[in-house]
């Protein structure tokens, strides 16, 4: 049986889950075109999440990807935040904002029983997961109402991992896609490796299918990815300028200006790396910064200044994520989108 068939969809294509810049309108309209859409829950309250799944579930009954991230919250350190708001103070001042006044973020929410507890009333065809994988009672329980699960891995040995863990199939996470690189098992940027030289590894590593993701941006993509052995593609940038995505107006310019040809790999927004666009923020501190506190605990310093930023019109301080190839972000439905993208597969049986 082909990964196609166990997840239920008619196209080996799936959305990839994008934390703040989509809800269930995108997941539905990706998953009624017959591939597989996403809904990311990294930024949703168990209830937050069940409105999302009951809206999804009203739209359409097709398969669904539920995804969530895995880390470890970190625990304050008072030093590192102190360097942070130092880094960070004059920009405060050119916006008269107040740093002493600055509040704990939003932040991500790592899987727990309370979100499991909330999903399982829904048994999602599919759940996946990014920074590895829950704790094995979890993993367990989603297991055991049938859902297929699916996890990123940026390296082999990360593969190797997570299929010793019980995952269904893996999704190789390449150098050229957009949002939270989804390493767990390193911190070191050099064993990042671009899509078209990992996925043959893995493919060569692992039993289990594997799902390229990473700079698949057309139907040319797709088709390379899968002559190079991926059981299917997964694909994101492609997919903001759609009208059932709530990426940004500043966002969307970005993504259809020539500054969407410079993205770069940065913790400054989150903690964590990510890739985006080149912003005033990245440019002047460097996309890698030491004080950057651990990841979500950036996210909290650099919210007033977004928000004072895009006030004015500008995304100088906003997390502008987005692949190395966004040449496939048009304002199109999400159903072009898909159609675009599986143009030329054998049809659908």
């Known amino acids: 049986m082909t990964l196609t068939d166990r997840l239920g969809i008619d196209l080996p294509i799936l959305q990839a889950p994008m934390a703040g810049v989509q809800g269930s309108a995108l997941a539905a309209a ?33 398969p669904l990807n539920v995804n969530f991230f895995c880390h470890t919250p970190p625990e304050p350190d008072d030093e590192r935040e102190a360097q942070w708001h130092t880094a960070l103070a004059p920009y405060y001042a050119e916006f008269g904002l107040d740093i002493g006044s600055v509040t704990s973020g939003p932040g991500r929410r790592p899987f727990d029983h309370e979100a499991c507890d909330a999903l399982e009333a829904f048994r999602p065809q599919v759940v996946s997961f990014h920074f590895g994988l829950p704790a094995p009672e979890l993993l367990a329980r989603v297991k055991s109402w049938g859902a297929i699960v699916l996890s990123s891995a940026t390296t082999v040995e990360e593969a190797r991992w997570l299929e010793a863990r019980g995952v269904d199939a893996v999704i190789a996470q ?35 299918p594997v799902i390229a993701a990473g700079g698949i941006a057309d139907a040319h993509g797709v088709t390379a990815a899968l002559t ?8 994101g940038t492609a997919f903001l300028c759609c009208p059932e995505a709530t990426t940004s107006t500043l966002h969307r310019q970005a993504l259809q200006s020539d500054a969407a040809r410079h ?5 400054l927004y989150s903690g964590r790396p990510a890739r985006g666009i080149v912003t005033r923020l990245m440019r002047e501190l460097g996309p890698i910064g030491e004080a ?28 502008l994520w987005a692949g190395q190839n966004a040449s496939g972000c048009r304002e199109v439905p999400a159903a072009e989108v898909v159609k675009a993208l599986a143009k030329g597969l054998s049809p659908p049986r």
Do not use: K
Request: proline share 6%; hydrophobic share 50%; net charge negative.
């Open 263 to 267: 993205t770069a790999l940065t913790n």
């Open 228 to 235: 190079l052995g991926a059981s299917a593609v997964q694909v």
């Open 174 to 208: 390449g150098l050229e896609a957009g949002g939270h690189r989804g390493m767990f098992l390193s911190d070191a940027l050099t064993t990042q490796v671009g899509i078209f030289a990992l996925l043959p590894q893995i493919v060569a590593a692992v039993e289990v």
């Open 292 to 319: 950057a506190p651990a990841f979500p605990l950036a996210t909290a310093a650099i919210a007033p200044l977004r928000a004072a930023a895009e006030a004015q019109g500008s995304g100088d301080f906003s997390p």
């Open 30 to 62: 990706v998953s009624a075109s017959g591939a597989l859409g996403a809904l990311p829950c990294a930024m949703l309250g168990p209830d937050a999440m069940a409105d999302e799944l009951a809206l999804i579930r009203q739209r359409t009954d097709r």
